[in-house]
């Protein structure tokens, strides 16, 4: 039974990085997807946030989840998720002042994220406590993962550096840290993702989840 | 025998049964034979660095589309010469001296990320030429806006940098513009020649007119665009061109300079990406004009034509959508 439960578990996490990946097979959240992935560390701050209130939002909704009332479940679920994003919001604030002055507008918003109430809603409002934790872990490090991928390729070709620390001495393509090029590094990495799993997996790309 | 062999060399097929001498490739070889006086016009003012950043263009055109046909085993497409064309006018829309990397990234941007990627010839959204310029001069404003003064020796690689007509009539004014060229005849006259800074391309306005001509003759392309193109952007640089108030502007200037002409004639009449319907051709020139006057007079770049071909080609389904003729006995439903 519990080697079971291991067993489902471990693909909860799976089906949240991969074949759920929030952005590149759900398509929802790109606002920070575009707006925070000019360098490496702020796409990976805002995606440890993202991991931390997904996972604990999963949590706290399972719980509760037979003491909301199903018309107003929105606005609580909005309720529990804004309280979570005020702590990591104040946490940010008080321990890594240098970032937060950069992303902290972003920080705020991931009240507002659609993948964040969508998990919530489609899955930790009807099961376990434990399976709700792993799903949150695995879509919020399926963010994590999409956002470092995303601004590992913005920084290295818009910068020439990752990290902040600078590698390439060529001419940068100036294009990739403005916001045109969020949209053309995004498209150009989903079209990938896409082909990989048309072409290595038999799916039929973000139109219709392959099921692998 | 012979009646039965008869009748098994009857063709049935669906409708059209009959087919027009026109192909696409016969079209787009011929439209890229009338861009050829622009070419040599380019070829003779910008020396031979023109000559190679275009045939960059144009290899790396044909090599890309090939690849990625290869990579994604599509059939093979290269000979009906659109990647050819879309090879020739990125390379005439950019300056002669840019470094080589440019005119390559460039045509690789048009090829495989807005004409293939999209699903070939006929299904891309923007005009692939003018998407991988816009490429270039955002990532390396520098290098895209450092103009070539023309030089009509050949076989010269040197070569000193000049704003182009548009640029110092954004900067320094009309006047220090008319002090450069002489009088205002011989400014004219030299738009009109095309002995001025620009890209290799735009800059001859009798060359471009000729091709155009040609293609006018040959009827594959209407003057609805060019026309309300060119007319929009008469009327507003007249209007509000001017620094003496209203209806002081010169749209000569406006109309002969800046990549207008072969915008107007050459890639915003793309089949591909510009309405279908005659009044929505005048809707989508119209608006192309608008777009080009507002960035020129009042944007932070010297010239819009490539952004407002780009802007329009968005609402190029909208208006098609919008303003198509009403099929014969087709009523609109009641709204209950």
């Not at chain 2, 793309?270 to 944007?299: A, E, H, N, W």
Request: charge should be positive; hydrophobic fraction near 50%.
């Amino acid at each position: 039974m519990s080697n079971e439960d291991r067993i489902s578990n471990w693909q909860l996490i799976k089906n949240g990085i991969f074949k759920e990946n929030t952005i590149f097979r759900l398509v929802i959240s790109l606002c920070p997807s575009i707006a925070v992935t000019n360098s490496v560390k702020n796409g990976f701050l805002l995606g440890v946030a993202v991991l931390f209130v997904q996972t604990m939002v999963n949590t706290t909704v399972a719980i509760f989840r037979k003491f909301i009332h199903p018309k107003i479940r929105i606005p609580i679920f909005m309720l529990i998720i804004s309280g979570w994003v005020t702590v990591v919001d104040m946490v940010m604030a008080a321990y890594a002042r240098a970032a937060y002055k950069e992303i902290g507008l972003y920080i705020q918003i991931i009240v507002a994220f659609a993948s964040i109430l969508a998990r919530a809603e489609m899955f930790a409002s009807k099961n376990r406590v434990c399976n709700a934790f792993f799903d949150g872990l695995g879509s919020g490090l399926g963010f994590l993962l999409a956002l470092v991928l995303i601004s590992f390729f913005r920084e290295l070709l818009g910068r020439g550096s990752l990290w902040g620390f600078h590698i390439v001495q060529a001419k940068p393509m100036l294009i990739f840290i403005l916001p045109a090029g969020g949209f053309l590094a995004v498209g150009l990495l989903m079209a990938f993702f896409n082909w990989i799993d048309m072409r290595f997996y038999g799916g039929k790309g973000a139109g219709g989840a392959s099921g692998h | 025998m012979e009646a039965i062999k008869k009748q098994h060399e009857l063709v049935v097929s669906v409708s059209p049964h009959l087919k027009s001498e026109e192909t696409t490739s016969r079209i787009m070889w011929t439209v890229s034979l009338s861009l050829l006086p622009a070419f040599i016009s380019g070829a003779y003012f910008f020396g031979p660095r023109a000559v190679i950043t275009t045939a960059i263009c144009i290899i790396t055109a044909l090599l890309s589309e090939r690849a990625f046909q290869k990579i994604t085993n599509r059939e093979d497409t290269i000979s009906d010469g659109s990647a050819f064309l879309t090879g020739l006018l990125l390379g005439m829309n950019l300056p002669a001296t840019v470094p080589f990397y440019i005119p390559i990234i460039g045509t690789v941007v048009a090829i495989v990320i807005t004409k293939q990627l999209f699903g070939g010839l006929g299904y891309n959204i923007f005009n692939p030429a003018l998407i991988g310029r816009a490429f270039v001069l955002i990532t390396w404003p520098r290098a895209m806006t450092t103009w070539m003064k023309p030089d009509a020796a050949f076989m010269r690689f040197d070569a000193i940098s000049a704003a182009t007509p548009l640029g110092i009539l954004k900067e320094e004014g009309l006047a220090k513009l008319l002090a450069l060229f002489g009088d205002k005849l011989n400014l004219y006259t030299e738009l009109l020649v095309g002995h001025r800074a620009g890209s290799i391309g735009e800059t001859s306005v009798i060359a471009l007119l000729l091709g155009a001509a040609f293609l006018v003759y040959k009827r594959y392309i209407s003057l609805h665009i060019p026309l309300s193109f060119i007319g929009t952007v008469a009327v507003i640089a007249w209007l509000f061109g001017g620094k003496e108030g209203l209806f002081t502007g010169d749209p000569l200037i406006h109309i002969m300079s800046g990549g207008l002409m072969l915008g107007a004639f050459f890639m915003a009449t793309d089949y591909v990406t510009c309405p279908s319907v005659k009044k929505g051709q005048i809707v989508f020139g119209i608006g192309c004009g608008l777009i080009t006057m507002l960035i020129r007079l009042k944007g932070g770049y010297p010239e819009g034509v490539m952004f407002a071909i780009l802007l329009m080609n968005c609402f190029t389904p909208l208006i098609d959508r919008n303003l198509r003729s009403k099929v014969f006995g087709f009523m609109k439903k009641e709204a209950k």
